[in-house]
């Protein structure tokens, strides 16, 4: 019987040790608990700032699509005022020359028609500029001309004369016709 106190240390021994197992096992669920929250966490803002990033990344892609979009559309706005402008001072030289002819009255024989015909800038070059139509593009290294589009009959056959009227305006027609192939 000398056994049963050493039996009864040696169970109290056990006991106490199997109750700090279970305190250390306690604590490492809780802790495993507590990371595994803090992972799940951290993957869902990940995730959150990764669609973030990508509606960002949309949406400067459509901002620069947009910004290309209205750099185009200026370029070709001022390709058109461009070749307004010059068609426009085109008839003006035209009328002008009509006029000057008149005063003149050299009693040169008239030709019957005159013809619609720009003459492009010469030795003029706008560099860094692309165009989208190639007699803009012609037209900006200084070689449009325009087939006989329309004839404005002259001042001295007695027909009636255009003067800034229908007959300009049909000869511009016919030129943004040409532009616009």
């Known amino acids: 019987m000398d056994d049963l106190p050493l039996a009864l240390a040696e169970i109290s021994d056990l006991r106490a040790e199997l109750d700090r197992e279970r305190r250390m096992r306690r604590a490492a669920e809780s802790l495993a608990k507590s990371l595994a929250r803090e992972l799940a966490d951290e993957r869902r803002t990940r995730a959150d700032a990764e669609a973030e990033t990508a509606r960002c990344r949309e949406a400067a ?8 979009d209205d750099r185009r559309m200026l370029k ?39 013809d619609c015909v720009v003459a492009g800038r010469q030795g003029r070059e706008r560099e860094g500029r692309e165009a989208e139509n190639p007699h803009i593009r ?44």
């Open 61 to 68: 892609d459509r901002a620069v699509r947009e910004a290309d």
């Open 76 to 114: 070709l706005a001022e390709a058109w005022r461009e070749e307004r402008v010059k068609m426009k001072l085109a008839h003006a030289a035209i009328l002008l020359e009509e006029r000057m002819r008149e005063v003149s009255g050299n009693g040169m024989q008239k030709t019957g028609e005159v």
């Open 138 to 181: 012609r037209g900006m290294n200084g070689f449009v001309e325009f087939s006989r589009a329309f004839k404005v009959p002259s001042p001295g056959l007695g027909r009636d004369r255009f003067r800034g009227g229908a007959g300009g305006l049909e000869c511009e027609k016919a030129q943004l016709r040409v532009l616009m192939k």
